[in-house]
């Protein structure tokens, strides 16, 4: 089944161009006859038994001739002299990211060559660098439509993926991560600093999730979500609210903090007491029951997250039968 990010990243044979090649025995004065007929021809590629062997470029080959002694010494012995032996060549199937990452990786003088495609073995054709960065620039587009625009993480098309794809694991654990009295917070000190807090946040989940190689993604405002194939999270929740709490008071004045009797404009539109964000987190596994589809994951983590809102402080709760102490 073709996922949201195959449809991005697409496969190097996509954009490969079919070209002449020639067999390691021609002669050079045919290359520079080919080369003078097809003046937007880069390289000419050497197969030798259906497979690529060399490659032979405008630039190198017409520095090596233009030499004082270059045209009587190569123009008439076999093209394989002046061709460059080990060209970059990529299977059909390799993914454009990987393919503009080796492209990018080889020597100054080799930057610019046409990569070599080939399929099952077999030469296939060739891509230009330009078309090559073409592409990958438009996938870097594509794929970014794909991510939370302020924290640059996975959004809700890629989390969907992801969940769709946990349901057929043996173990897994889905992580809900809210902030309380974000919205007060929001409206006290404005939408510049609330997305502050946020890149804050992400700050704290990437060092503690995808740094240690798990899913993490921002499903909108102050929601966010880890997808972990296992069950042991009791010390990676630990340590995430340990870390948020020590460090979120720095973004509150301090008088705001010290004064007993500061009143904020809750929900419901009342002056309310106020209370300093904290982070709930609503933990799903697998372990003691089973979900079929994602629509039953979701409505599964919606009910432990209630039960973390109903918990004063920051708190994670556990398949609704573990929680942690709330913190002080």
Excluded: W
């Excluded at 809700?156 to 969940?163: A, F, M, P, Y």
Aim: net charge negative; with cysteine.
């Amino acid at each position: 089944m073709m996922t949201k990010i195959d449809e991005v990243v697409s496969n190097i044979g996509r954009i490969v161009k079919a070209v002449p090649s020639i067999s390691p025995t021609l002669k050079n004065k045919e290359v520079d006859k080919l080369f003078t007929e097809n003046p937007d021809m880069r390289g000419i590629v050497v197969v030798h038994h259906e497979k690529p062997v060399a490659h032979i470029t405008r630039t190198h080959f017409y520095q090596k001739i233009g030499t004082l002694y270059g045209y009587n010494l190569y123009m008439g012995r076999e093209s394989q002299l002046l061709a460059k032996t080990n060209p970059l060549i990529v299977d059909f199937h390799k993914p454009i990211t990987e393919v503009s990452k080796l492209a990018m990786e080889r020597q100054e003088e080799d930057l610019y060559d046409d990569v070599i495609v080939t399929k099952d073995d077999k030469f296939m054709g060739v891509v230009s660098i330009r078309a090559l960065l073409m592409e990958f620039v438009d996938i870097q587009v594509q794929f970014a439509s794909f991510l939370n625009p302020l924290s640059k993480l996975p959004g809700n098309h890629l989390i969907d993926q992801k969940l769709t794809e946990i349901l057929y694991l043996e173990k897994y654990s889905v992580l809900y991560f809210d902030l309380d009295n974000f919205k007060t917070y929001n409206d006290l000190y404005g939408f510049n600093k609330g997305d502050k807090v946020l890149l804050h946040v992400t700050d704290i989940l990437k060092r503690n999730i995808t740094q240690q190689g798990y899913f993490l993604g921002h499903i909108g405002g102050d929601d966010f979500m880890a997808i972990l194939p296992q069950y042991k999270v009791d010390a990676m929740c630990e340590d995430i609210i340990s870390e948020f709490d020590e460090t979120i008071p720095s973004f509150y004045d301090e008088k705001h903090l010290k004064d007993p009797n500061f009143k904020v404009k809750g929900r419901s539109g009342n002056l309310e007491d106020f209370t300093i964000m904290c982070l709930s987190i609503a933990v799903l596994t697998n372990e003691k029951q089973k979900f079929d589809k994602v629509e039953d994951i979701s409505d599964a983590v919606a009910a432990i997250k209630r039960n973390c809102k109903k918990i004063k402080g920051s708190c994670f709760i556990i398949d609704e039968a573990d929680c942690c102490a709330p913190t002080q």
